[in-house]
C-alpha cells in the first residue's frame, strides 16, 4: 500500500458524458501528478498540482481539468467523452514539487467509456 | 526535453538465470533515476532509485547501475523468479524539472 487513495476504482460511462476522479496524496506529500495509461501503453503524463497550484501540463486534452483543494486531495474532471478516453488513471504524489524525488502511485481508476 | 529509451520491450528468462534492462537519457542534466515495477492491472511500485552522486545500488536481489558519461542506467535482477514477471519502467529527472520522464516499459516474463 502505497499511501495513496484513488476512488472509483472502477467507473463506466457513455460517450459524450462527464466524470471527476479523485486521489488523496500521502500524508505530508504536497505534489499531485496524474497519468493516463492506455491499454498495454505507457505511462502519459497529464498534469502536476503542486501545494494547490497547477506546475505543470503534460499531454492532457482541453476536455480535461484537474484541481488541488487545501485539503491537498485533487480530482480530475474528462468531459465529452470519447471511447478513446477509455483507459487507467493513476494519481502519483511526491514531496516535493520538483520531478527528481520518490513518486507513489494510487491504485489507479479504470475508466470505460462505452 | 529528456528523452528516455528503454530495452528490450519484451523479455522472457528461465526462472534462476538474470535478467537486465537497459535505459539511455538525453538530458545530461538528469540526476535522479527510480525504476517502477507494475503488474497487470496494478499501480505502478517503486522498487528500486539511484542518484547521480552513485554508480550503483542494491537491493537484495535487483541493483540499478548508472553510467553518467554514456547516459545510461540498467536495472539487474538476480535468481529471477516467477513473481518477478511485470512490466518494469525506468524514468529520469533533474532538479527543476516537473515531472518523471518515463520509458516505453519492458515486460519481464519468468518461465517456471
Known amino acids: 500500500d502505497s499511501g495513496v487513495t484513488q476512488t472509483p476504482k472502477h467507473l463506466i460511462t457513455a460517450t459524450g458524458q462527464r466524470v471527476t476522479l479523485r486521489c488523496s496524496p500521502r500524508s505530508g506529500d504536497l505534489s499531485v501528478y496524474w497519468y493516463q495509461q492506455s491499454l498495454d501503453q505507457g505511462l502519459q503524463f497529464l498534469i502536476q498540482y503542486y501545494n494547490g497550484e497547477e506546475r505543470a501540463k503534460g499531454n492532457i486534452l482541453e476536455r480535461f481539468s484537474a484541481q488541488q483543494f487545501p485539503d491537498l486531495h485533487s480530482e480530475l474532471n474528462l468531459s465529452s467523452l470519447e471511447l478513446g478516453d477509455s483507459a487507467l488513471y493513476f494519481c502519483?504524489?511526491?514531496?516535493?514539487?520538483?520531478?527528481?524525488?520518490?513518486?507513489?502511485f494510487g491504485p489507479g481508476t479504470r475508466l470505460t467509456v462505452t | 526535453g529528456e528523452n528516455v529509451e528503454q530495452h528490450p520491450s519484451t523479455l522472457s528468462v528461465q526462472e534462476g538465470d538474470s535478467a537486465v534492462i537497459k535505459c539511455t537519457y538525453s538530458d545530461s542534466a538528469s540526476n535522479y533515476f527510480p525504476w517502477y515495477k507494475q503488474e497487470l492491472g496494478k499501480r505502478p511500485q517503486l522498487i528500486i532509485d539511484?542518484?547521480?552522486?552513485?554508480g550503483e545500488k542494491k537491493d537484495q536481489r535487483i541493483a540499478v547501475t548508472l553510467n553518467k558519461t554514456a547516459k545510461h542506467f540498467s536495472l539487474h535482477i538476480t535468481e529471477t523468479q516467477p513473481e518477478d514477471s511485470a512490466v518494469y519502467f525506468c524514468?529520469?529527472?533533474?532538479?527543476?524539472?516537473?515531472?518523471?520522464?518515463f520509458g516505453t516499459g519492458t515486460r519481464l516474463t519468468v518461465i517456471p
Open positions: 502519483a504524489s511526491s514531496v516535493a514539487a520538483s520531478g527528481n524525488y520518490e513518486q507513489y
Open positions: 539511484i542518484r547521480s552522486n552513485v
Open positions: 524514468a529520469a529527472s533533474k532538479a527543476g524539472a516537473n515531472n518523471l520522464f
